[in-house]
């Protein structure tokens, strides 16, 4: 079965201000859209499980990268909730994942077509109401530093 899916396009308000975190973003992006080319010729169990696989390994790095700058700048201790909320987006997304690929493992179906649309809106979202918010306040302490 074969899907359609718009390409998720790099928006200048996505960009949080922090090099390193806004050139991963855009590797993601691209992940994506390569993804979404691949799923609509080929929906292959492997190809999901292939494609699953590449992206969570690459979220978990990425996820990595912006809590160790967390560390590094006293987010937990400048932002409370805002930090604890961040963490728990990042675990939720990762274990999200985990479970499509042991669904998939155990003959579940799952569409292309609901995939890309949970990953593409998970990672606006987050950027936009997340990762901004992590962005600014780095921004912020460089100022200061
Ligand atoms: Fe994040």
Do not use: C
């Amino acid at each position: 079965m074969a899907t359609t899916q718009q390409p998720l396009m790099w928006r200048d308000e996505f960009a949080t201000g922090v090099a390193e975190i806004d050139e991963q973003h855009m590797i993601l992006v691209h992940t994506l859209n390569e993804a979404a080319a691949k799923l609509a010729h080929d929906t292959s169990q492997e190809t999901l499980e292939q494609i699953t696989q590449d992206l969570l390994s690459y979220a978990l790095y990425h996820f990595e990268t912006e809590e160790d700058l967390m560390q590094r700048y006293g987010y937990a201790e400048g932002a409370g909730d805002a930090a604890e909320q961040h963490l728990s987006q990042h675990r939720a997304f990762s274990s999200k994942v985990v479970s499509v690929r042991e669904g998939l493992k155990s003959g579940m179906k799952i569409t292309a077509a609901d995939l890309l649309e949970f990953l593409n809106s998970w990672l606006v979202n987050h950027i936009l109401n997340t990762d901004k918010k992590l962005g600014a306040f780095i921004v912020a302490h460089k100022a200061e530093a």
